[in-house]
């Protein structure tokens, strides 16, 4: 039988949500900056 109070306590969180929010804001951000970049080279273009 599988001990939930044992396993819990083997639980290590891999990052803090802290980091993981960070992190994810960050990437967001990266794709946002190439997407108006390649926005704008289409867009002068005349596409």
Do not use: H, N
């Amino acid at each position: 039988m599988i001990d939930f109070k044992e396993e819990i306590s083997k639980y290590k969180p891999i990052r803090p949500v802290d980091d993981v929010e960070t992190a994810v804001r960050d990437e967001v951000m990266d794709i946002m900056d190439l997407l108006q970049y390649i926005s704008g080279k289409t867009s002068d273009k005349g596409i």
